[in-house]
């Protein structure tokens, strides 16, 4: 069995709130897309992000804007196109134009990606925390974006903060929410 990971993040004056939900995926269930082996491609997923970050901050684009054209949400859309998630032949067509990608660009959009953005830090062996890991991991970026964007540079404190974890129900299982509040601190100029 494979975890699926769902996050989302409110933002409201100076606080941040996550919420994570998790629910079981049958590993069969998941769909894994290769390139034909005949297409060996001239480009990689790391530049394709690359260029869509460029052609976002020389269109001054958001990300909010950006997720209601390509019709997912703002959290979603970030991680995907940070390179942690895989874009439907549709969404690909919708970021070609939106970041004047070339096919072989919006190909790679369609490529489940090698996903996790810290690269060979170690692991932890427990499982739980190991999740906690995956997920920093893998919506890490898409998180310091979408702060970033909305409050400007700066860190979200894990001294003026609270959790809360609480047991969802659900019809395909119970799942763990976890909301994580923290005070948002600018960077000062000096």
Request: glycine share 6%.
């Amino acid at each position: 069995m494979m975890h699926s990971l769902g996050a989302a993040i409110f933002v409201t004056s100076l606080t941040v709130v996550f919420v994570f939900n998790f629910d079981l995926v049958k590993a069969d269930d998941v769909c894994h897309k290769t390139l034909p082996a005949s297409n060996v491609p001239t480009m990689d997923r790391s530049r394709v992000t690359q260029k869509i970050l460029s052609a976002k901050v020389k269109n001054e684009m958001k990300w909010s804007e950006i997720a209601a054209k390509i019709g997912r949400s703002k959290e979603w859309t970030t991680a995907a196109l940070l390179g942690q998630m895989t874009l439907s032949r549709e969404q690909a067509s919708i970021a070609k134009e939106l970041f004047d990608l070339t096919d072989e660009e919006a190909a790679w959009l369609q490529i489940v990606p090698f996903k996790g953005s810290f690269g060979s830090t170690p692991v932890p062996s427990d499982p739980l925390i190991y999740r906690w890991y995956e997920m920093i991991n893998v919506y890490g970026m898409t998180i310091k974006e979408l702060i970033h964007e909305e409050f400007g540079d700066g860190i979200m404190s894990a001294i003026d903060f609270s959790i809360k974890i609480d047991r969802e129900q659900h019809p395909k299982g119970d799942r763990v929410k976890v909301v994580l509040s923290g005070k948002f601190l600018p960077y000062k100029d000096y």
